[in-house]
């Protein structure tokens, strides 16, 4: 890092879960757009957004998918909100190895959010009609450095899964059916 600090504009999904009624348009329409052709399918698994619900308050909590975590993380802290209990697992955006949620289903590579890269706002926000959803957009000083790519993210989680020797088997094996 080169330690320079440079304004950035950030967006982020602001979440407002006293308007969320539980709908799932946003799961479905985050699955259609990463679907392989575009909008070919609707697969939830694929959603970088999901709701989370809790039957008996009749709340619904959307999380959408944040960075990678290589290893589990310490902290299996619970939090107590209006006599319920709740597990931070529920409510974390992180792909880690301890879970399956935001995880390619075919190949379990980790799913990030990318904002639906390529379209105007993030689809989820669009489609949600009640407005739980909205886009937030701030200035951020952060510190310059190289952006990893989602290739280099998903080579490292494949590393971390079957180690290195393997996946250069892999390819040297894929090379040689070329």
């Known amino acids: 890092m ?20 539980g709908c799932r348009a946003c799961e479905m329409i985050c699955s259609a757009f990463h679907a392989e052709p575009k909008y ?3 697969n939830p698994a694929r959603s970088r957004i999901r709701v989370i619900r809790d039957p008996l308050r ?5 999380v959408y998918a944040g960075d990678y975590a290589v290893a589990e993380c310490a902290g299996r802290d619970k939090y107590t909100i209006e006599g319920k209990e709740y597990d931070e697992c529920a409510s974390c955006r992180a792909s880690c190895p301890s879970r399956d949620e935001f995880k390619e289903p075919d190949s379990g590579l ?4 990318d904002m ?12 949600c009609l009640v407005d ?4 937030e957009e701030r200035e951020e000083e952060v510190e310059e ?26 390819v040297a094996r894929m090379n040689k059916k070329e």
């Not at 980790?110 to 959010?113: A, G, M, S």
């Not at 639906?116 to 669009?126: A, Q, Y």
């Not at 739980?132 to 886009?135: F, G, Y």
């Not at 998903?154 to 892999?170: F, N, P, Q, V």
């Open 110 to 113: 980790p799913l990030k959010c």
């Open 145 to 170: 450095g190289e952006e990893r790519d989602e290739l280099e993210i998903g080579l490292e989680s494949l590393a971390d899964r079957y180690g290195i020797e393997k996946i250069l088997e892999t």
């Open 58 to 62: 009749d709340v619904y909590v959307p």
């Open 2 to 21: 080169s330690g320079n600090k440079v304004k950035k504009k950030i967006k982020t999904v602001k979440i407002d879960i006293d308007k969320c009624n």
């Open 40 to 42: 070919s399918s609707n």
């Open 116 to 127: 639906c890269e390529g379209e105007d706002e993030p689809l989820c926000v669009r489609w």
């Open 132 to 135: 739980a959803l909205t886009i």
